[in-house]
């Protein structure tokens, strides 16, 4: 079996980088999120250049929703260190499966080869999803956010971000399955309650949104208040 060493690893996806970056929206300062997420964003978008940390037992869901739009749109998408990902559950969400690129994150990696496997995907790819890893010097740290600004990439960080300062945070409040009535029946869609901070943000903001929607994908949820005053008309006017 051949032995990919870290320098092969890193040479690989420099080469791949090339490749795929005259695809991206060098151009574009904003790349696009789903309708329903739009509200979260001070500029309806993903700002090239910025650090997003999603939260809570719903963050990887959260960050797949966040680079469903930008992927299908045409974006590619790195991962790195995160072998549990669904591919059915990426494709789902709106991830085009034939721009995205999944890398491991072999055991014993040390903060060196780790931060030259995260420069490659930061030269060559505008969106990276990944882990954060807890033994990353905040010097490092900072020379990869540098990096992250300088070319104009979208981090998207699973759970604690560690030593990366992120613009936007977005975390699950709450999570709410439909479908199932007294033990049975089939989950259908997901109801999620997100909330948002970040620099930019002079005070959090909230959506609620269907993830997955009845058909896949992310859609825009009414706020259960207006629902149940809905209900209440429409009993009354039945009563």
Known sequence: ???????????????????????????????PVAAALEPLFPEAGLVRGSIIGCQGATAMSIALAVVAES???GSWLAVLGLPALGLRAAAEV???????????????LDEVAWANVMSALIDGFDLILLRSTPRL????????????????????????????????????????????SHGAGRLVRRRLTLACEGRRIPCQRRTDVWLPGEGGGIEIAEPLVAEQALATVELLETG
């Open 94 to 108: 709106g991830i085009a499966l034939d721009r995205l690129v999944m890398v491991a994150e072999p055991d014993g």
């Open 137 to 180: 010097r905040a010097g490092t740290a900072r020379r990869l956010q540098a990096r992250v600004q300088a070319r104009g990439a979208v981090l998207v960080i699973v759970g604690n971000p560690g030593q990366f300062s992120c613009d936007v945070t977005i975390s699950g409040l709450s999570a709410e399955w439909e479908g199932l």
């Open 71 to 73: 992927s299908s749109s």
């Open 1 to 31: 079996m051949e032995r990919i060493t870290v320098q092969d690893r890193s040479e690989r996806l420099t080469s791949l980088g090339q490749r795929v970056g005259p695809v991206a929206f060098a151009r574009d300062r904003v790349m």
